[in-house]
């Protein structure tokens, strides 16, 4: 059933990845190693059909092999390492909506054991819902069928979920009160404010925790603080920016947020290794021999 799943991704992913006509639907597929990368993951799932993918956020760290699923509930930022290539993947963007409507018409809100600390869940794919995920990538193979299917496909595959072990997890989506949805909403509120001073005491009171409990709850879904979270989203920014080569590194640090240039190298280089312009460098020069690559196999 992975071949299948495999096969149908194989078809439709354009390069490394690629979003679909299929809404909420991305594909991965890599066939050669590549270096170690930073991604801001969304709220999703990944459906793993071969190959094995490390995923390391602060602390925590999953390992997700073929036949395996893994669950990102908060907007994370974590270095993916392919331990395993070839590898192929479907991603789910997680409809937060159609998930409380489900639960909703099924009368599960609330009804399960708080949420797991972390913010990324590994477990096994039951037959079924490989089954299911297939369909659903192979709706490409048909583009007339995915206005009609996509959607019934999609509400198929989360109530397989929510009849997995997973399932605990995602009945804890939508409580307005629960912790974890405090949490998913600081690290967004991060996310779109990075760049500006985090006032820990501020955060913790709009969302009605202590800033102890804040501090322990999100370092326990994230594998960082707070502080450290936003440091990280920084980099990760910084980084993409010194690659694309656009700016100096002092106009870089400047517009992620930091005031002083020095803390910004001095962190950059405990972060990744180099100083900023020679990491960037070195990372465009592998870039460059990689595409180089990719044309002479094509």
């Known amino acids: 059933m992975l071949d299948r799943l495999a096969a149908a991704i194989d078809r439709h992913c354009l390069g490394l990845g690629s979003g679909t006509t299929v809404p909420r639907l991305f594909l991965v597929s890599v066939d050669e190693p590549i270096e170690p990368t930073d991604l801001l993951y969304e709220p999703m799932i990944c459906f793993v059909a071969g190959g094995t993918k490390r995923t390391t956020a602060g602390e925590l760290s999953q390992v997700a092999r073929p036949g395996d699923m893994l669950l990102t509930t908060i907007d994370l930022p974590v270095t993916v390492e392919l331990e395993q290539v070839p590898y192929r993947s479907a991603v789910m963007h997680i409809d937060g909506r159609a998930l409380t409507e489900l639960l909703v018409e099924l009368d599960e809100t609330g009804q399960s054991a708080p949420l797991p600390a972390e913010g990324q869940v590994c477990a096994p794919m039951a037959a079924?819902?490989?089954?299911?995920?297939?369909?659903?990538?192979?709706?490409?193979?048909?583009?007339?069928?995915?206005?009609?299917?996509?959607?019934?496909i999609e509400s198929e595959i989360l109530y397989r979920l929510l009849r997995s072990s997973l399932g605990p997890v995602l009945r804890q989506w939508s409580?307005?009160?629960?912790a974890t949805t405090r949490v998913r909403e600081v690290a967004r509120w991060i996310?779109?404010?990075?760049?500006?001073?985090l006032s820990i005491d501020a955060i913790a009171a709009a969302a009605h925790m202590s800033p102890a409990s804040l501090h322990r709850h999100f370092k326990a879904a994230t594998g960082m603080s707070p502080l450290k979270y936003q440091k990280s989203l920084r980099l990760q920014e910084a980084r993409r920016r010194l690659v694309a080569?656009?700016?100096?590194?002092?106009?870089?640090?400047?517009?992620?947020?930091?005031?002083?240039a020095t803390q910004f190298n001095r962190e950059y280089r405990s972060a990744y290794g180099l100083p900023p312009g020679q990491d960037?460098?070195?990372l465009r020069t592998r870039l460059t021999h990689s595409r180089t690559a990719t044309t002479r196999r094509a």
Request: aromatic letters at 6%; hydrophobic letters at 45%.
């Open 128 to 152: 079924e819902l490989v089954d299911a995920v297939t369909r659903w990538v192979q709706l490409l193979d048909t583009p007339e069928d995915i206005r009609p299917l996509a959607t019934r």
């Open 175 to 178: 409580p307005a009160d629960s």
């Open 191 to 197: 996310c779109a404010h990075y760049t500006e001073p």
């Open 280 to 282: 960037a460098a070195l």
């Open 245 to 260: 080569g656009d700016a100096t590194a002092a106009q870089v640090a400047q517009a992620v947020g930091y005031v002083s």
